[in-house]
């Protein structure tokens, strides 16, 4: 009989986060997952009985009970605080989401002899494809805690993944991301405000981005990983938004009343994505960018029909 594995997750009442404890839950893990106190626990409707909750105080020395008690073979962290620009007000609590819990975080499983982590970095750490440019502070952080990471990689025998994610997208994600946009836009039929449009985008669907992660676990778990390795999990066929807002438009079957120009980029605007990365040996995005759009659409339609009755 195959031991059940052991999973903690953080970030979990995230887009991405939820998701994965869905399929982990699916493929007969037993799954902990860490939050914050008061955090909408939303996105884990119908999996709550399936998972155990933690509520992390903000203390190490609690961190480290929870890791203990979860005995973990592998740790997923998603958990972050993304600001595509900051202010003075975001420097601290963008310190204490990406770098100081972070190192909670690993610090508690060198304690606790858990050795096996998978992280969650960003493209955005790759500014104008650079080894090392951050976009923004937030990047920043990301690259920050993996620099903290090489210590316990060096002094803990940590073995290590992280995953530099683009743009994710699918269905029943709450973020205030470019489709939800585009979908008000389409009901409303307000002018929406665009930058010229020329940046390329690097969409990858959810569903292929859950599969890296499982990728890289089994990896983890199977001592294949070299002290820590960095993955990215990109599509490989970036598209100018422009574009990507027409054959959104297409797909839907309604006109989109943009206007193109009437913003200007920001600051330090990715024109094109970071392109000389890696990814997780044995995985490829399966679905195509106009095939998820189709399927995000569909699965939306549904359960807009199924909240009706």
């Not at 939050?35 to 155990?52: A, T």
């Not at 609690?62 to 600001?83: D, G």
Request: proline share 5%; with cysteine.
């Amino acid at each position: 009989m195959t031991e059940q594995r052991i999973a903690l997750v953080t970030g979990g009442t995230g887009f991405v986060g939820a998701n994965l404890l869905r399929r982990l839950v699916s493929d007969g893990w037993d799954v902990h997952v860490i939050v914050r106190p008061g955090s909408d626990l939303g996105m884990l409707s119908g999996i709550e009985h399936s998972i155990r909750v933690h509520v992390h105080d903000g203390s190490t020395e609690q961190l480290t009970a929870i890791v203990k008690f979860a005995s973990p073979q592998i740790v997923f962290h998603l958990a972050s605080l993304f600001l595509a620009q900051h202010t003075p007000q975001d420097i601290a609590p963008l310190i204490n989401s990406n770098l100081l819990f972070s190192t909670q975080l690993v610090e508690a499983m060198s304690v606790t002899g858990v050795r096996h982590l998978i992280n969650t970095g960003t493209s955005w750490q790759h500014y104008e494809n650079k080894d090392y440019s951050p976009v923004c502070l937030y990047a920043a952080t990301k690259q920050a805690f993996e620099a903290v990471l090489t210590y316990y990689v060096d002094a803990a025998q940590l073995a290590a993944v992280t995953l530099q994610l683009f743009d994710t997208y699918g269905p029943n994600d709450p973020r205030a991301k470019l489709f939800t946009l585009l979908r008000k836009t389409a009901c409303s039929g307000e002018p929406l405000l665009m930058s010229p449009g020329e940046q390329l985008i690097d969409l990858v669907y959810i569903d292929d981005v859950l599969d890296a992660y499982l990728l890289a676990a089994d990896r983890l778990l199977q001592s294949q990983v070299n002290r820590h390795e960095i993955y990215a999990v990109t599509s490989g066929e970036p598209i100018k938004l422009c574009d990507l807002v027409e054959m959104y438009s297409r797909i839907i079957g309604l006109p989109l009343a943009v206007e193109w120009g009437a913003r200007a980029y920001r600051l330090r605007e990715v024109m094109l994505p970071w392109n000389q990365g890696q990814v997780v040996p044995g995985w490829k995005p399966k679905v195509a960018l106009a095939a998820g759009i189709a399927l995000m659409e569909h699965n939306i339609r549904l359960s807009e029909q199924t909240a009706k009755r």
